[in-house]
C-alpha cells in the first residue's frame, strides 16, 4: 500500500489498469482543455460535426415519403439520419488531437510535462469527451426538431401511424440520447486508433474504413449467417441499432446491445493504445 494516501487516490501501477493519481488528473485535464481550445480546428471541426449532422438529417426528413399506411419505414431513425455524417468529423478530429502532437513532436513535451501516460490518455478523453457530447446533444435535439416539423409532411401522420417525434416518447428519447453516446464513443475508438497509428493520414483513413467500408462490404456476402456475424461485429453498423424504434426483433442486435458492441470496440482501441503509447517512445 502506498504511503500518500493523503495526497490523493493512488491505482497500483504495474497493472493493466490504468495507473491514475487523481491529484495529478486534474491538472492534465486543463493542460489538455487549453491545448483543444487555443487551437482553431477543433472548434471548427465541432461546429462542422454539428451543422452537418442536423443539415444531413434536416435533408433526410425532407426526402422520404410515407405515401401507404404502414409504409414500414423507422421514422425516428430517418429522422436521425445525420449522425452517420457527423461521426466522420468527430473521428478526424480525435485522430488530430493525437496524431497532430505526434506530426509536430509536440507529443514529446507533453509526455515530459506529464511523464504519467495513462494520466495524459485519461485526461484526452475527458477534454475530448465533452465537447462531441454536448455536439451530439446539439445533433440529436436539432433533428429530431427538424424530424418533428418535415415528416408529417410527406405522410408521417397519425393516420398512418406516426406520432410526431417527440423526446416525451420513449423510444425516440433512447434513440436520440443513445445516438449522443454513439458519438461519443466513435470519438474513443478513434482516439486508440490515434495512439496505435500515430500518423494522422494512415489513422484517419483507418477509422474512416472501420465506419463507412462495413456497411459497404457487408451487402456483397451471401451467406446470410456470414451477413449476419458481420453486421453484428460492424462497429457502426451494430452501434446504430441504437436508433432503431421499429422491428426490434428483427435485425441482428437489439439497441443497447449495438451499443454495446461498438463499447467493446472503443474500450478495447483505448487498451491498445495505452499498451503501445507505454511500450513505444515518443
Known sequence: MSAG?????????????????AGRLAPAVRA???????VAGPA????????????LSALAAGAVRCADTGCGIDATKTGLTGFQLGQAVIAVLAVLVVGGEYSTGMMRTTLTAMPGRATMLAA??????????????????????????????????????????SLVDGSTL????????????????????????????VGIGAVLGLLYLFPILIPMVTNPS?????????????????????????????????????????????????????????
Open 5 to 21: 494516501l493523503a495526497g490523493g487516490l493512488t491505482v497500483r501501477a504495474g497493472g493493466p489498469g490504468p495507473a491514475v493519481r
Open 32 to 38: 489538455e482543455w487549453t491545448k483543444l481550445r487555443t
Open 44 to 55: 471548427w471541426l465541432l461546429l462542422t460535426a454539428a451543422a452537418l449532422t442536423v443539415g
Open 124 to 165: 484526452k478523453a475527458a477534454v475530448l469527451a465533452v465537447p462531441v457530447l454536448a455536439v451530439g446533444a446539439v445533433g440529436a435535439l436539432g433533428s429530431v426538431l427538424f424530424g418533428r416539423l418535415l415528416l408529417p409532411r410527406h405522410g408521417f401522420t397519425p393516420a398512418h401511424g406516426y406520432r410526431p417525434l
Open 174 to 201: 433512447r434513440a436520440a440520447g443513445g445516438s449522443v453516446l454513439y458519438l461519443a464513443l466513435i470519438a474513443m475508438l478513434s482516439l486508440g486508433v490515434a495512439l496505435l497509428i500515430r500518423d494522422t493520414a
Open 226 to 282: 456470414w451477413k449476419r456475424h458481420l453486421q453484428q461485429i460492424s462497429p457502426s453498423g451494430a452501434g446504430l441499432a441504437i436508433q432503431n424504434t421499429i422491428d426490434l426483433h428483427n435485425p441482428p442486435l437489439g439497441p443497447w446491445a449495438g451499443l454495446g458492441v461498438l463499447t467493446l470496440w472503443a474500450a478495447g482501441a483505448l487498451l491498445v493504445g495505452w499498451l503501445v503509447l507505454r511500450l513505444r517512445d515518443a
